[in-house]
């Protein structure tokens, strides 16, 4: 089992930027598709970006909401994830989760490690 922490959240200005990372243990990180996916209070969990592994070519997915502002990025050497947000709005806050999938998929159901997620604030 693959086990994720979390890191780089915080608050800031609208128009502002922040990098969260997600470390990875296990030796079989290369092969799996990280994702990131975030929830906000009192709405579902929804997917932000994924990153798929060596076995799919590493592509990359986005939601349509942060595409173009978010770039998701991985480091299969440090078994690192990454997820860059720029140009933040106060409709991205919310707790951002990295999870790990053995498909492509975007949906919550086909990632089966999470992290403890990391909270993402965006004032206005």
């Known amino acids: 089992q693959v086990q994720l922490v979390e890191s780089g959240g915080g608050l800031v200005h609208t128009g502002g930027s922040l990098r969260l990372s997600c470390a990875a243990s296990?030796?079989?990180?290369?092969?799996?598709?990280m994702g990131w996916f975030r929830q906000a209070p009192g709405k579902e969990r929804e997917f932000v970006a994924s990153v798929a592994g060596v076995t799919w070519g590493g592509g990359t997915y986005y939601s349509a909401s942060v595409k173009g502002r978010f770039t998701i990025s991985r480091d299969n050497t440090k078994n690192l994830a990454y997820l860059q947000m720029n140009d933040l709005k106060p409709e991205d806050t919310a707790v951002y989760y990295c999870?790990?999938?053995?498909?492509?998929?975007?949906?919550?159901?086909?990632?089966?490690?999470w992290g403890q997620g990391t909270q993402v604030t965006v004032s206005s």
């Open positions: 296990g030796r079989t990180f290369i092969l799996y598709t």
């Open positions: 999870a790990t999938s053995r498909t492509t998929s975007t949906a919550v159901g086909n990632y089966d490690n």
